[in-house]
Each structure stands twice: as structure tokens, then as C-alpha cells.
T-cell receptor
């Protein structure tokens, strides 16, 4: 079946540190890949996406590259801020008649000043 | 930024009671979804809805769940006889198209607590 595996959290970083949150996937077809973010007390917001191999999604200083050879979509940011504290979810969507997003467990990031 | 609106934001109900969660989708979107997140667990797909019928559902979406668009705008999730294990955050989501790269927009969620 389809699945998404994210690195276990929580992750605590100091402000301006480099962030990597690992995400790997298993899928029967060629999925699109997404990172969603959930700030405290809020719903899920799309952070970035990539729809085919070697695509790079980017937004708000975050980046992730769709690596088909390693079935990965790791999230990176060069310099995190306190306001980046949130839970980050990696997800995939197959299309081709399947409408659903399959999520990872989420990784909680806390950035301290 | 377009928004998906959900009500109520929080509901406490007694076991065995019926609950209806409501969602106002983004206006030109055609595909509607419900997801849930039990505290500390993954966000899980429940059901997708298109053209006034269910297009896909998960094993979680059993006979106690139902969805409808009663007035052509709101999209509702009904739980007929709630159980303790139904306590979760329920997210409504919508998208304009069904292809894999199309963005799915989520509401802020409805916390359901079954006591």
C-alpha cells in the first residue's frame, strides 16, 4: 500500500539553525508530494508541493526536492525562526482515480530564541 | 487566500448521540473531503465526495458515517451514534480538481469530544 514515513520528533532548534525533516514514501504509482504545516491551534496549510521527479517545491524559505531514486521528499530550511514552530506533515497523492492524501505522522518543530 | 470554513470549532457530545459537522467549501471547488486526526496520531482520510456522491472512502468510514451537500453549498459529515473512539479533530477539505498535483485546502477543523 501507499505510505509516508517521517522522522520522529519532536525537533528542537535554536533560531537561525538549519532544518531538515526527512520524509520517504512508498507508492504504487507516481505520486505528487506535499508538505503541510499545522501551527498551534490552526488547521493544515499547504507549505509546498512537487508533482514530478526532480521538481523542487519552495515557499517561505522552505524547500523540498522530489527524489524518485531515493523515494524521498526531505524538507529543508537554511535558517529557522521562532515563528516556524509548528507540526510539519509530509503527504502524497496518487491521483489516477484516488483522491486522497496519505499523510506521515507529523514532526513537531520547536524553535527557541 | 481562499478559505474552507468549519463549524462547530469544538463539540462535546455524549456517547450514542448523533453529531453533524459542517463545512463551507471554497466557492468554485468541486471535490470535497473529510479527514480526521485522533490526538497524537496521523491525519487519516475518511471520504471524498464529488458530483453529489461518494467517490472514495476508507475503512474508517463505516455505516455510522454519512456525508451530504444538503443545500448545494454546505458539506456535512454525520456520525449517527458516536463512540468514545470517534473523539478526534475532523478536517474538511476541498479541491478544484482531482488530479494528483492539485492542492487540497483544509479547514481549521472541528474538535469532537465524545464522553
Amino acid at each position: 500500500g501507499n505510505s509516508v514515513t517521517q522522522m520522529e520528533g519532536p525537533v528542537t532548534l535554536s533560531e537561525e539553525a538549519f532544518l531538515t525533516i526527512n520524509c520517504t514514501y512508498t507508492a504504487t504509482g507516481y505520486p505528487s508530494l506535499f508538505w503541510y504545516v499545522q501551527y498551534p491551534g490552526e488547521g493544515l496549510q499547504l507549505l509546498l508541493k512537487a508533482t514530478k521527479a526532480d521538481d523542487k517545491g519552495s515557499n517561505k524559505g522552505f524547500e523540498a526536492t522530489y527524489r524518485k531514486e531515493t523515494t524521498s521528499f526531505h524538507l529543508e530550511k537554511g535558517s529557522v525562526q521562532v515563528s516556524d514552530s509548528a507540526v510539519y506533515f509530509c503527504a502524497l497523492r496518487l491521483g489516477a482515480g484516488s483522491y486522497q492524501l496519505t499523510f506521515g505522522k507529523g514532526t513537531k518543530l520547536s524553535v527557541i530564541p | 487566500e481562499p478559505e474552507v470554513t468549519q463549524t462547530p470549532s469544538h463539540q462535546v457530545t455524549q456517547m450514542g448521540q448523533e453529531v453533524i459537522l459542517r463545512c463551507v467549501p471554497i466557492s468554485n471547488h468541486l471535490y470535497f473531503y473529510w479527514y480526521r486526526q485522533i490526538l497524537g496520531q496521523k491525519v487519516e482520510f475518511l471520504v471524498s465526495f464529488y458530483n453529489n456522491e461518494i467517490s472514495e472512502k476508507s475503512e474508517i468510514f463505516d455505516d455510522q458515517f454519512s456525508v451530504e451537500r444538503p443545500d448545494g453549498s454546505n458539506f456535512t459529515l454525520k456520525i449517527r451514534s458516536t463512540k468514545l473512539e470517534d473523539s478526534a479533530m475532523y478536517f474538511c477539505a476541498t479541491s478544484g480538481q482531482a488530479f494528483s498535483g492539485n492542492t487540497i485546502y483544509f479547514g481549521e477543523g472541528s474538535w469532537l469530544t465524545v464522553v
